[in-house]
């Protein structure tokens, strides 16, 4: 998986059948077109270069992604655009928002700094031919590759910075495991890490997202869809290059992500070589996740500023929706002030900076507050007990024993706090003990950390693609509940994933459940919940409607489902789940606690502060 260290790739003869390699002056920017960059085996791939028009060396902001970088942002995810447009001005002010593309910097805001900014189509997609297998070593040697070439040009002052959301955020951490020697700093904004754990199975259960998300972003875009695709806003040409392919001829160019996928249903080499290697991951890096990303992109923007090697690393943490504030005046300041440090070399005051920046969640709001680390330092790991009896989450443990069961595929069991007696913040990673017993040889626990007002209506807030999202979630599938002693913690149990182990009809075995991390700052009144199903969470009231780029309608976990019925036999899963309590079995959750800092007044939040508005749905 190593990329040959040196490597410098040169650009590709232009082919005179298009317009690439053409150079204009537009929007006050010299700009390279369609670029052809030869990789190690002779594939070029396609590039747009924006550059200051005053001749120079600039460092260079790269991405490498599948979306096709000719199709503008408005085009490909309109209702996406609209919604941002509409709520926040500060995006689209300021630039012609003609060269903005989904989940990359918009080149108008960034060339005035001084910066180069460099877009490349992945291996298949958009405007460069080959194969696409997405996150495999093939593709993450290929951005090594084009960091290398950026850092060769005569444009450039030799020092590569990656920027993007999602997919241009997750291939950071993969290709950071490379260690190319041109790549000088990091934002990974709202990504994932592990293929596994992170993307492709909670707690072992098949995400179905991929396989939908492959249909619907992917595939639109990939190279040879030719004159059925796009033309670019810009300049005209197709943004799926200038062939056109039959069918057969792009089925064969392409993985099928999806059956590769359900053909691992362990933590195997296929899902090791798609995953950072944390301990070579050292290139200083912002890390930003988003509290409402569960289901994708919280996880790995938490696990690699604990874990990966890195001596200068941040972490910064949001809300609202997926895309909103890496454009917004809030996250692109924060962006540029980071990459001026270590691309410009400005002494500005980044490396003074608190190491973990949390955007605190209210019901109306989001407070900011710098930490020292993660988790919190001052955090008070508190367990709250399940009581089968009366239902309740209580800080003493239960008398007796008990038991509870629910249709193995259901809605299952809630267990509520008593009304908050005053505020409560919960900000961290969670945990849930429990003590199971199957009808069959196996059990999907899906786990939901709730809050509720005080008349006991949920109260819910606009994740990153759901506007009806819980406070957090987790999950587990009980055959995969071994633990990797070295890595768990009580707060963070890892499972190995790598083992298989059928439960026993009416066998009881002990379960440790992640949930992932999350933030809620409660008033008194209002009451904790925990529920354990058989299913996904679906909210109980309004829909949260459809985007254009998503198949499912937006029930309260946005396009992050569970309902591959490959995974999910009926003889299997169709059973009864119980949990058992007393006798050495207590149950229980773990929350993370924020006691207020000593003398430390409480902010107020404002609905229009660097995070903006969170908005509360009950």
């Known amino acids: 998986m190593r990329a040959r260290s040196g490597v410098r790739p040169q650009a590709a003869p232009s082919h005179a059948a298009d317009r690439s390699g053409r150079t204009e002056i537009r929007n006050g920017m010299s700009i390279d077109w ?31 992604g599948p979306y096709a970088k000719g199709l503008a942002f408005q085009d490909g995810y309109p209702s996406a655009w609209e919604r941002m447009a509409a709520q926040h001005p500060d995006v689209t002010a300021g630039s012609s928002n003609t060269h903005q593309s989904w989940e990359v910097v918009d080149p108008e805001k960034w060339v005035p700094h001084g910066y180069v900014c460099a877009r490349f189509d992945a291996r298949g997609c958009g405007r460069s031919p080959g194969f696409i297998d997405h996150f495999s070593p093939r593709e993450t040697k290929d951005l090594y590759h084009c960091i290398e070439w950026a850092a060769a040009q005569a444009w450039s002052n030799g020092k590569v910075g990656l920027n993007g959301v999602s997919y241009y955020a997750i291939n950071q951490w993969h290709v950071a495991s490379l260690q190319p020697p041109h790549l000088a700093a990091m934002c990974i904004w709202e ?8 993307m492709t199975h909670h707690g072992g259960i098949l995400s179905s997202f991929w396989q939908n998300w492959y249909d619907m972003q992917v595939k639109v875009v990939q190279h040879g869809v030719g004159t059925r695709g796009r033309r670019s806003r810009v300049h005209g040409e197709l943004v799926c290059g200038p062939d056109t392919l039959s069918d057969s001829e792009l089925e064969r160019n392409r993985c099928d992500l999806g059956r590769e996928i359900r053909e691992h249903p362990l933590d195997d080499e296929y899902h090791k070589e798609r995953s950072p290697v944390w301990s070579r991951v050292k290139v200083p890096f912002l890390s930003a996740a988003n509290w409402g990303g569960q289901g994708l992109h919280p996880r790995g923007n938490f696990e690699g500023f604990v874990r990966a090697a890195s001596k200068q690393k941040w972490l910064e943490v949001h809300g609202l929706e997926h895309w909103t504030h890496f454009y917004t005046t809030y996250g692109r300041e924060l962006q540029l002030k980071f990459f001026d440090h270590f691309l410009h070399g400005k002494d500005n005051g980044w490396d003074k900076e608190p190491r973990v920046l949390l955007q605190v969640r209210h019901l109306d709001g989001f407070v900011a507050r710098p930490e020292s680390k ?9 367990k709250v007990y399940l009581d089968p009896g009366a239902g309740l989450l209580r800080q003493q443990k239960p008398a007796g024993t008990a038991a509870r069961s629910f249709d193995a ?8 706090t008593a009304p908050l007696d005053a505020d409560i913040e919960i900000t961290g990673p969670s945990s849930l003990k429990l003590f199971v ?18 008349d006991l209506r949920e109260v819910v807030f606009q994740g990153a693609i759901d506007p009806h999202t819980p406070i957090g979630q987790g999950w ?16 963070r149990p890892y499972h190995t994933h790598d083992l298989q182990q059928p439960l026993k009809s009416g066998k009881v075995v002990e379960v440790d459940i992640e949930i992932w991390p999350t933030s809620i700052v409660l008033p008194a009144g209002c009451r904790v919940g ?63 606690i924020i006691p207020p800092k000593a003398g430390a007044r409480v902010p107020r939040p404002r609905a229009r502060t660097a995070a903006a508005t969170t908005r509360r749905r009950t």
């Open 530 to 592: 925990v529920t354990i199903r058989g299913k996904d969470y679906v909210y109980p009231g309004a829909t949260g409607g459809r985007l254009s780029n998503f198949k499912n309608e937006l029930k309260g976990c946005g396009p992050f489902l569970h309902d591959d019925p490959h995974d999910r036999p009926p003889d299997i899963f169709e059973g009864t789940t119980t949990l058992h309590f007393g006798r050495g079995r207590q149950s229980y959750l773990l929350l993370p």
């Open 374 to 382: 993660w988790p919190p330092a001052r955090t008070k790991w508190t």
């Open 191 to 198: 990504g994932a890490a592990d293929w596994y754990r992170d």
């Open 409 to 416: 595929m259901g809605d299952g069991v809630t267990f509520l």
């Open 34 to 64: 369609d670029v052809a960059v030869a990789m190690d085996d002779g594939v070029a791939l396609r590039c747009d270069v924006f550059r200051p028009v005053q001749d120079g060396r600039y460092p260079v902001i790269l991405s490498l």
């Open 437 to 454: 017993s199957s009808s069959t040889s196996d059990a999907d626990l899906f786990v939901v950390l709730r809050a509720f007002a005080s």
């Open 476 to 491: 587990l599938r009980a055959s995969h509940r071994k633990l990797d002693k070295k890595l768990s913690t009580p707060y």
